[in-house]
């Protein structure tokens, strides 16, 4: 009876353990964003395509790993006429740079949900160091990732010519993201 009952004891807990790290990305629930300032008005957009891993337990955030690919293409910049500015040469180039990449390097436990996350992020084929706070909880069965940065896009190479001044076109922009996991227990 004794074994029995270990073993049932195990059953019940396991499911436990395998919801103790997350992993596989839900797309169609995650979101990437962005707010731009065009002659101080705020403007928001985001992508509609992008992949992503991620290896994440919250018991051992600092073992965190991830590394999202954005199709720059898939840009909703509010028109037809702004996603089609936005992809040619001045701007995306997305000819020539059609993905943009984060790879997750570091996180840092801040407390209550909050964690300092370092990575790198490349657009245009110029990669720079980004350090941001990002959120993490649990609910319905999947891990939720918030979170925001700023990027200064000329470091970037994006917007030049005339969009190159920031008086018109400013020169940081807010990226903002919601990553939604699910459990590794869930790959199959």
Not at 21 to 38: A, C, D, M, N, T
Not at 96 to 113: I, Y
Not at 152 to 179: C, M, N, Q, T, Y
Request: glycine share 10%; hydrophobic share 50%; charged share 20%.
């Amino acid at each position: 009876m004794k074994r029995f009952s270990i073993f049932v004891l195990c059953l019940l807990l396991a499911p436990v353990a395998w919801a103790a790290g997350y992993g596989p990305l839900v797309i169609e629930r995650s979101s990437i964003g962005f707010v731009s300032k065009q002659m101080g008005v705020s403007v928001e957009g985001g992508f509609r395509r992008f992949t992503g891993q991620l290896d994440f337990d919250p018991a051992h955030p600092e073992k965190a790993r991830a590394r999202i690919d954005i199709d720059l293409a898939s840009v909703d910049a509010g028109s037809v006429e702004a996603n089609n500015e936005v992809v040619g040469k001045d701007w995306f180039f997305v000819r020539q740079f059609p993905t943009a990449r984060f790879d997750m390097r570091r996180v840092k436990v801040l407390g209550n949900g909050l964690f300092e996350v370092q990575g790198m992020l490349t657009i245009r084929n110029v990669t720079q160091e980004m350090v941001t706070r990002a959120s993490f909880h649990q609910a319905a069965g999947l891990g939720f990732f918030t979170g925001n940065f700023i990027i200064k896009r000329l470091a970037f190479g994006i917007g030049e010519g005339a969009w190159g001044d920031p008086s018109v076109v400013a020169d940081e922009v807010k990226v903002i993201f919601v990553l939604v996991a699910k459990p590794l227990a869930s790959q199959k």
